[in-house]
């Protein structure tokens, strides 16, 4: 997949006699690179914004996966003033910067935050913003960008998306005055695919030194860089209005995680709780009876229609009569297997029998036990209505209750996801120029 890269240089500061910050650092020390992600609990347009399931994943969650999987940061923070929020933090594997009141205002600035936070971590050379609202942020811009800063010797380098829109000057009502074009003839109005563009911030991510926030007191200051980011993955989110947006556009372009949602060949998914509510039945004559909504057999009927194979899992702490087990399978058209306690000591040996990864699988599951299986499987899920240490483990959350269609939603999620990784190959044969 491709990434424009293009920078744009400009010294700031080697007239006053310093030396550029790539210049300063020790050969024999390796810089400490820091990632930062701030998140107040004040949001005033959507509240608990940061935190806000967006397509089965908190916000931030979005970042911080990029952030770890980009495996470019000696450390990764969340700056927060709000419990929940760093709750949610630390289950994505960030550690936490507890701000002060003085920086948690709605007029506290976003380098006066940084700027706090670097006085009391000293140790660290370069600090990575990250923008919490950027939810289509992948791994390969943060490794390429910090490329520039560790190779390229620039001492902040932020990052950019092209637009192609036209811009007039604006005129106060009354004032008399008139418009007037700031970026084109009106006489020569260039096509699209004549006309570069504009570069604009999409406040994606600033990367900068110590050196610049301390002295400078600035996030883009000495030898300055943009990376330019493609316009699909310039998501930010500052109003309602752009959830539901964001959400159709983050399944299509956000980062799932390493494995390749295309290779997923097996799915393993819990009776109780997931396909059904959980709940068992007795009739008069003792008969048991859960129910299952057809919505999700039909989701079932979708993924094995693309030759996945489903294997449905009750346990042995909550037995399914073998009767009912015949009748699921045969429903379904898929094979029932009882699980014991932890789960993976039994589905481990199946994996391994179909000479199969982890990355393989898909996972669905509903509490406590399933969550080693939760966090190996390359795709995992669980009900809207599972408890919360089931939801951390998981790599997505379905917003729909189990036995409520939250199978049905997993499964188009993932063909949705594989859906994706076609599309994606297909962008490397586009004349983004032509089209």
């Not at 811009?167 to 700031?182: A, D, F, I, Y």
């Not at 030898?223 to 539901?244: Q, R």
Request: net charge neutral.
């Amino acid at each position: 997949m491709a990434t424009k890269k293009r920078s744009l240089s400009c010294d700031y500061g080697e007239q006053d006699g310093r030396l550029p910050a790539h210049k300063q650092q020790r050969a024999d020390k390796k810089r400490h690179v820091a990632a930062l992600i701030l998140a107040r609990g004040g949001s005033k347009g959507i509240p608990q914004k940061n935190i806000k399931p967006l397509a089965g994943i908190p916000l931030i969650g979005w970042v911080l996966r990029a952030a770890v999987d980009s495996e470019v940061f000696d450390s990764i923070w969340v700056s927060t003033d709000h419990d929940e929020i760093e709750k949610v933090a630390k289950s994505w594997g960030a550690k936490v910067h507890r701000r002060s009141p003085e920086v948690s205002k709605d007029s506290s600035t976003s380098l006066e935050t940084i700027s706090e936070f670097v006085e009391l971590n000293p140790g660290v050379d370069v600090i990575c913003n990250i923008q919490a609202t950027s939810p289509c942020l992948h791994p390969f811009h943060l490794k390429n960008a910090l490329e520039m800063i560790t190779e390229k010797g620039f001492d902040s380098v932020f990052s950019v998306v092209r637009r192609h829109q036209f811009r007039w000057q604006e005129v106060k009502k009354g004032s008399g005055e008139k418009t007037r074009p700031l970026n084109l003839d009106p006489a020569k109005r260039p096509r699209r695919q004549d006309w570069d563009g504009e570069l604009c911030e999409n406040g994606s991510f600033y990367f900068t030194t110590k050196n610049q926030l301390v002295q400078e007191k600035l996030l883009q200051g000495g030898k300055v860089a943009y990376f330019e980011m493609l316009p699909e993955y310039s998501v930010d989110i500052d109003v309602d209005i752009d959830w539901p947006v964001a959400e159709q556009r983050v399944l299509r372009y956000g980062y799932f995680g390493r494995a390749t949602p295309e290779v997923v060949r097996l799915m393993f998914c819990n009776v109780s709780g997931c396909l059904t509510d959980g709940r068992i039945s007795l009739s008069v004559s003792g008969e048991e009876m859960v129910s299952i909504n057809a919505r999700d057999t039909s989701g079932i009927r979708m993924l094995q229609g693309e030759d996945m194979e489903v294997v449905l899992l009750t346990s042995d702490l909550d037995p399914v009569a073998q009767s009912l087990a015949d009748r699921l399978a045969k429903r379904t058209g898929c094979k029932v297997m009882q699980v014991g306690k932890e789960p993976l000591d039994d589905l481990k040996r199946i994996v391994e029998q179909k000479k199969l990864d982890w990355k393989d699988v898909a996972y669905m599951g509903n509490d406590k036990p399933d969550v080693e299986c939760l966090n190996l499987a390359g795709m995992s899920a669980v009900p809207k209505d599972a408890p919360v240490v089931a939801i951390n483990a998981a790599k997505y959350t379905c917003q729909h209750c189990g036995g409520m269609g939250a199978v049905r939603e997993f499964a188009e999620h993932i063909l949705l996801q594989k859906e994706k990784a076609k599309a994606q190959l297909e962008q490397h044969r586009i004349d983004r120029h032509n089209f």
